[in-house]
């Protein structure tokens, strides 16, 4: 790889990694989960290999 391609993308690299970054307090400002997961971690247990329905409570 030559340098100036490298350079390019550490570059490209770093522009990702300022411009992806929130603050970690809009999930419970929006009510935002992460997966399937609640604010407390609880969550469900999914298969990959079948589509399937799970009803909350």
Known sequence: ???EYKSYI????ELCRESDMFSPDLYSRYD???GLR???G???I???????QVDGS
């Open 1 to 3: 790889m030559n340098s």
């Open 10 to 13: 550490e570059k490209k690299c």
């Open 32 to 34: 935002v989960k992460k």
């Open 38 to 40: 609640d604010s407390e």
């Open 42 to 44: 609880n969550g469900v």
């Open 46 to 52: 999914v298969g990959l290999t079948r589509v399937s």
